[in-house]
């Protein structure tokens, strides 16, 4: 069973991935972070298969808020948030992760997002395995 790792510090948001990520077919052990703090203490105990990740915290921002979580694990990252950062952008593909605007929240494209990002990571570490 996979396990996602919701990092949303809005209730709402959250509220609503939480119940598009429930149409998952087979089910997903879900669990949320509200903070990176907590993103980082979740990574260090379990491991996830993806992340969908909000990049505005309490106690981080922006492209640092991805970077530490991209450093923490080789899980996919589904970056969702309302800024479109170039730099983020550039970062978030260089790595092999989708960024998507919250804009863009509706049942399907969130599941579809995933299972690309699930798909792209998967390529990313195969081809580093091919390479090492």
């Keep these: ?20 990520l429930s149409l998952l ?32 915290l309490p106690d981080s921002a922006g492209i640092e808020t991805y970077r530490a979580c991209r450093r923490a694990t080789r899980a996919a990252i589904l970056v969702q948030t309302g800024s479109d950062d170039a730099e983020v952008r550039r970062a978030v593909a260089h790595n092999g992760d989708i960024f998507t605007l919250k804009t863009r929240f509706d049942e399907l494209t969130l599941i579809d997002d995933l299972q690309a990002a699930l798909l792209k990571r998967e390529g990313v570490l195969l081809a580093g395995k091919a390479n090492g």
């Design 1 to 20: 069973m996979k396990r996602i790792l919701i990092v949303e510090d809005s209730e709402t948001d959250a509220m609503v991935i939480e119940r598009q």
């Design 25 to 56: 077919d087979p089910p997903a052990v879900i669990h949320r972070a509200r903070a990176l703090a907590e993103v980082l203490r979740l990574l260090g105990a379990s491991e996830y298969q993806a992340i969908v990740l909000d990049l505005t």
